[in-house]
């Protein structure tokens, strides 16, 4: 009997924190994203996946195509869990040419997986092909393609190199903290070529390293290299590190000695791009974790979010970094408009709540400008913070908010406030400084925001400041309140959307 009643309780909460546009698996564990790939007609979309429970265990590829990188079509497992081992990450890639000779033709859907078998004692990396336009494969006799009888070696990312005439794998030797770089013309057969690291964050593991071009303000295409780490982050647990820099083919160089994060807050690991895309176009998907506690999180009948599908570019900061920008991709389309605003002073002191749809996505744009702040006050009274929140709200006291804090030039995430899900490592506040000089004002800060089930992203800063966590309110925040303190603001605008249910979990 108590069962039964645990059982109801452990779903209703499943059901409650269930993202309706994010990507989550049908039941079980999802980590990374894995072998992102367009074909032409469809995206795919392979993700590390456990079907038969919550948590990570016999590792297999799972598997969903789109035609729009947010309504999401379940296929079946793509690659099994095998004793040659777990199908860890690795990528998906077209082989135009029939360079590996394993497809009977040119020019085909000739869909080919690159990835790593994983066994306690050994990691090495598989070949697979499709003859089904990616919706099974089968592995290459002649496996692995490349091992180095090592047991942390894993998550290959394959590209074609145009001008050397090859292809170029990168991978991670996980506890050397760096990435090797291999070459091959034929897929099957690999040369080391470099190696990249240790760089950036002190670590324990380096994974899901990432080669990808994209283009910059001024229409050049820089390369980046993305290496995940685990754990290390300065935010506590995993986190995804970026390089921009050069690649002739068999080195990575970076430009400058920069470590860059892709997020300012806990729950953005692993990150891919897809394969071919036009040129200049990367569009990413990140997992929506973190290890410290995702085999912990409160929903038991599935775990794991995929972000939104967002476009890349890189722009120059005022200093004259270059930085990465992150835009979610297409989801205007699913907007429903609930609110437009222009120009609405609230003083000082004072607050605002508008009331929320319960159980639909949410996404907020809001730009505003401070008030001139005031000197008198501040030698009068001490220090006079001088703050904006926006808060997503519910009767019963749980907030999270995302701030602006003038006087310092930086935002805030809160999830502290929820007390859906406690963990000692589900942190609950980040930061992230703004650069005002983006901005005609230096009172001024754009914020564009997404709610939806337990998946919070925050855009800041002309979406050069990416904040990605999970949040687990125990009710409903069916109210969105913005307040002041210390100053005036002018919202100069403020729009607010639900967004249409892409993803249909309703059985469950
Ligand atoms: C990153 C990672 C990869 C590995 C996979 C296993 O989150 O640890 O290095 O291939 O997850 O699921």
New binding site residues.
Partial sequence: MTEKKNDCVFSKVSRQHRPSVHFTPPTGFM??PNGLVFDGAQYHLYY?HNPSAAY?AD?CWGHATSTDLLSWKDQPIALPNTVDG?A???CALLDHENSSGLFANCHGTNLVAL??R?LPTR?SQYLAISHNNGQSFEEYPGNPVLDIDNPNF??PQVIYHAPSRKWVMVI?E?EKHRIGFYGSTDLIHWTHLSHFGPAGLPTV?Y??PNLVQVRDESGDLRWVLFV?I?PGSPMGG?VTQYFIGDFDGAVFTPSDGILRLFDFAKDS??MQVYSNLPAGEAVTLA?M?N?QYCQELPTQDWRGAMSLPRDLSIRQDPNGYPRLVQKPRGVEKLRRALSCEHAVYLPKDTHRTVSLPKGKAIEVVIRLTADEPRQTETTQTGFQSNRFELAFANDEGEKLSVGYDLSSTQIWLDRSKLRGFDHPFFTGRFAAPINTAFYDNARSLDLHLFLDGCAFEVYANEHLETGTALVYPEKPLDMLRLSTEGLGFTIDSLETYTLDKTMRRDTL
């Fill in positions: 980590n990374d590390q990570s590792i777990q860890f990450s690795g990835y790593t994983s990691q894993r998550d991670a996980v593991n994974e899901c995940s685990n995993s690991y692993a997992w974790g290890w």
